[in-house]
């Protein structure tokens, strides 16, 4: 068994043993799972099934996370991307009203599968690399960054830490009820528990919130046994509509779930591999390998029933703890599935709390604002100095959140930067790819 895995992983060549995998893969489980609790909670509101949205999740991250182990054999998992989730419910399915596109999820999720399967042709044809080539770095990172403020956001308001007022949009909430002590006193664990350097702080948070919270009366624990055989997957599988993605001519909603999907997985391999060595004479082996497995995982999970999968930056706590080989992704995938036996528990933590007429997520608001803190740090490379590159950074990290819009602030970035570079006389540093899409982004203004 040891001799099958060192040939097919490679254990002995990357100086790591099963068990350092071991460790590696249940760490980098523990960091990430909360997404199993923040999913489901986050694309109800589209009025997808909340069960069959766990059970996908967790299937799709399973899947996913094994593809990239065997394809690429790196420790990289694989889970719905933060971000992601938020541009599918809040924009895509979001009411008109609220500012949202108001198309359902059956359409939301026919176009990440067009999306995906772009992404699928592009990986095997190497083309994902030059695409990202061309996209200036001052704007992939401000959209991590405006990605993380908008996530930071949604928290605030999950906790009912931040609230609606008319006159200057947003205000403090009521600290005083117990859905906001709640999130407060679960962000205060989860930073110090963060500030220990305890490993799964972000889980760990979400149970000590959610222990927290039945004394507190915001949760109630479940009347039946805490494990059970997992819920159906009938509501959300293969439900997705590609035909009415094609007819309703979502271009635009396509191209961003692509964009943000290779941006995510580039970064990600970027920053992981970087901080793991693999990254050799400026160039990661396995690349496209990696990227592929993330596109397939993109599709495999649109067709289960949840948004778009990518690679998780919380990979690197199981790298930190010796993960170095895709061994690791089998042993974080082994947990996904055993965590489909667990829906009550998922119930429990994810589940609403109505708080002056509308539904809060209190239990896992921490866990999103601290999401927001990590995607901050890409703030730090962005050229500050030149205004042609800051500008537009500035914009789409400012537009995103205040607009709960990622395409929004993508828009604002792209014009903004083509046009500043223009009417600076450094026009032609900009790739012809960059003023075409800045061009349909404003097609789209007059469009609309």
Not at 25 to 54: C, E, H, R, W
Not at 269 to 274: A, S, T
Not at 381 to 395: G, H, Q, S, V
């Given at each position: ?36 609790f ?44 933060m ?82 007022n ?6 403090l ?39 927290l ?11 039946q ?12 599988f ?29 970064g990600?391999l ?20 990696a ?32 993960a ?13 599935l ?66 709960l819009?990622i395409?929004e ?14 009417v ?16 349909l ?8």
């Amino acid at each position: 068994m040891s001799s099958t895995l060192d040939r097919i992983f490679r254990l002995r060549e990357n100086g790591t043993t099963l068990g350092r995998e071991a460790l590696g893969g249940i760490t980098t489980f523990m960091t990430m799972s909360y997404i199993i609790f923040v999913q489901p909670a986050i694309l109800s509101k589209t009025g997808m099934n909340f069960d069959a949205v766990m059970v996908a999740t967790c299937l799709a991250s399973a899947l996913a996370t094994i593809l990239t182990g065997l394809l690429s054999r790196y420790p990289i998992a694989q889970a719905p991307a933060m971000g992601h989730n938020i541009f599918f419910a809040y924009t895509v399915c979001g009411a008109v009203a609220a500012g949202g596109l108001g198309y359902s999820w059956k359409v939301a999720l026919g176009a990440i599968v067009i999306s995906g399967t772009v992404f699928v042709i592009l990986s095997f044809l190497g083309v994902w690399e030059k695409l990202v080539a061309v996209v200036p770095d001052s704007l992939k990172h401000g959209i991590a960054v405006g990605i993380g403020l908008l996530i930071a956001f949604v928290g605030l308001q999950y906790g009912g830490l931040v609230t609606a007022n008319p006159g200057v949009l947003v205000e403090l909430g009521d600290f005083a009820s117990r859905p906001a002590l709640l999130a407060l006193l679960g962000l205060l664990l989860t930073i110090i528990l963060m500030a220990l350097r305890v490993p799964g702080a972000l889980l760990l948070g979400i149970i000590g919130t959610t222990l927290l919270g039945i004394p507190l009366g915001v949760i109630k624990a479940p009347s039946q046994q805490l494990w059970s055989l997992p819920p159906s997957l009938a509501p959300t599988f293969f439900q997705m509509d590609v035909v009415g993605a094609f007819k309703t001519g979502l271009v635009t909603v396509i191209f961003v779930f692509l964009l943000l999907d290779v941006f995510d997985a580039v970064g990600t391999l970027i920053g992981v591999g970087g901080q793991a060595g693999f990254i050799k004479n400026g160039r990661l082996p396995r690349a496209n390998q990696a990227m592929l497995a993330d596109a397939l995982g993109t599709v495999g999970g649109a067709l289960l029933g949840t948004s778009t999968v990518s690679s998780y930056v919380e990979s690197a706590a199981g790298i930190a703890q010796g993960a170095r080989t895709g061994l690791a992704n089998l042993f974080t995938a082994a947990f996904f599935l055993l965590a489909l036996f667990f829906s009550p528990v998922v119930k429990m933590v994810g589940g609403e709390f109505i708080l002056e007429g509308r539904g809060i997520h209190p239990v896992i608001a921490p866990a999103l604002i601290v999401v927001g803190y990590f995607m901050m740090k890409c703030v730090t490379f962005i050229r500050w100095d030149d205004p042609t590159d800051a500008i537009p950074a500035f914009l789409a990290i400012l537009v995103m959140p205040l607009t709960l819009n990622i395409t929004e602030g993508i828009s604002f970035g792209f014009i903004s930067y083509s046009l500043m570079k223009l009417v600076s006389g450094r026009g032609k540093q900009v790739h012809w790819l960059v003023y075409l899409i800045s061009a349909l982004f404003v097609l789209r203004y007059f469009l609309a």
